[in-house]
């Protein structure tokens, strides 16, 4: 599969990662296998934010094309049951539905998201998620409106990266705080230890990026697997 991604011009337009100055408030919640957590309140809301942090064996371009396959979500996203794609803007943007189960009694939810990638020079990248719970009707599921977050990939030399997972959500019905506030260092550490064995493998451990004259990465070739054939 071929992706085009947006330029450098279009990241400075468009996101704007958090500043110090902009990071109150988080705390270690957990540190394991090399994964941390951290978590802060979030003003008006009975709901943590998680910001996940690892280091990995993997490049740039191999982390993108597994956050880039939607198929995958099962594979490493803890509690995701599906995850698919509605609608393709263009190759840097798409619109998709996913479903997340939680703990018995509580029913499942689903969330529809923007996404967009953008690359800089270097290799690194940011994929931000914002809520687009609009763009299609609700189902038998519980809709979740009020989410947001992002990936950040960057370089850190000899083929490895460092992972910034940063993610909120409300997840709209009457759930007890202390059982999503436990999902928020639970779900995010589960994942990423999946993130870590699942990058290393085919094909995303072949994907590979094409760079336009300036150095900054315009498109990743990789060709995701059929996991409905697994």
Request: one cysteine or more; charged letters at 20%; proline letters at 6%.
């Amino acid at each position: 599969m071929l992706l085009k991604v947006l330029s450098v011009l279009t990241l400075l337009l468009g996101i704007n990662l958090p500043t110090e100055s902009q990071e109150f408030h988080w705390y270690e919640s957990l540190v394991k296998d090399e994964v941390t957590i951290l978590v802060r309140d979030v003003p008006d809301s009975r709901y943590q934010e998680f910001r996940a942090i690892v280091d990995l064996e993997a490049t740039p371009a191999a982390a993108v094309a597994l956050l880039q396959d939607n198929t995958a979500c099962p594979k490493w996203i803890h509690r995701c049951a599906s995850s698919e794609i509605i609608e393709t803007v263009n190759s840097a943007e798409r619109f998709f539905h996913q479903v997340t189960t939680l703990p018995f009694p509580a029913k499942a939810r689903d969330a529809v998201f923007h996404g967009a990638i953008y690359f800089k020079h270097g290799d690194e990248a940011t994929i931000t998620l914002s809520s687009a719970h609009e763009r299609l009707a609700t189902g038998k599921h519980i809709r979740i409106i009020d989410t947001h977050g992002y990936y950040h990939i960057q370089p850190l030399g000899e083929g490895s990266i460092r992972l910034t997972w940063q993610f909120y959500v409300d997840p709209a019905g009457s759930l007890p705080a202390f059982l999503i506030n436990t999902m928020v260092t639970d779900l995010p550490y589960r994942s990423l230890m999946a993130f870590r064995n699942l990058v290393a493998e085919a094909p995303y451990n072949q994907a590979s990026f094409i760079y336009n004259a300036s150095g900054v990465p315009i498109d990743i070739t990789f060709a995701p697997r059929n996991h409905g054939d697994e």
